[in-house]
């Protein structure tokens, strides 16, 4: 079955960086669109970044310039580079494919802004 698997999360200082990864499992890799999504404390669960099979990226607003998503198709690894972290970035990060019109979500990993 498909699995995806977060990880790279954890406590940064404003202005610094992370690297999330999420390891996918079950499907074939690289034919399939890859998004991020992320749930702030008391906010519904919203869209940060997709990447489809060619490689094309979109961003929300909020994370552009700032955050880059990638993947590696020989890995089946999906990655979320985020730069220039604020307090608002603060959030639990998911990985996300759709597949025949059922969504497929990891656990989550929590990202932290403090300083």
């Known amino acids: 079955q498909v699995q995806l698997v977060e990880s790279g999360g954890g406590l940064v200082q404003p202005g610094g960086s992370l690297r999330l990864s999420c390891a996918a499992s079950?499907?074939?890799?690289?034919?399939?669109?890859m998004a991020w999504y992320r749930q702030r404390p008391g906010k519904q669960r919203e869209w940060v970044a997709n990447?489809?099979?060619?490689?094309?990226?979109y961003y929300a607003d909020s994370v552009k310039g700032r955050f880059a998503i990638s993947r590696d198709n020989a890995k089946n690894t999906l990655y979320l580079q985020m730069n220039s972290l604020k307090p608002e970035d603060t959030a639990v990060y998911y990985c996300?494919?759709?597949?025949?019109?059922?969504?497929?979500w990891g656990q989550g990993t929590q990202v932290t802004v403090s300083s």
């Open positions: 079950g499907i074939i890799f690289s034919v399939y669109a």
């Open positions: 996300n494919t759709k597949i025949q019109g059922s969504n497929y």
């Open positions: 990447i489809v099979g060619g490689g094309s990226t």
